[in-house]
């Protein structure tokens, strides 16, 4: 299976860099050019996708709200 289109706009193209299992979720550091982005996905998905380190991926990224906070 391959994605032809997909309409998201906040991509974010880079590779695994760490993968921290868990018995249900896993957390999933992904490094790119903008940063580090960091997804929770069940652990099932990560064997599915067959995630590792150094694996080329896409974040894609649906927010309903973005809180900002004063520093």
Known sequence: ??????????QFRG???EIIDGPVVSEVDIET??????SVITTRSVRDLGLAPGVE????V????????KL
């Open 15 to 17: 590779k695994v860099k």
């Open 33 to 38: 050019p903008a940063g580090i982005v960091t």
């Open 57 to 60: 991926v896409v974040a894609l």
């Open 1 to 10: 299976m391959s994605i032809k289109a997909i309409n998201v706009r906040n």
């Open 62 to 69: 649906k927010a309903t709200e973005v809180s900002i906070a």
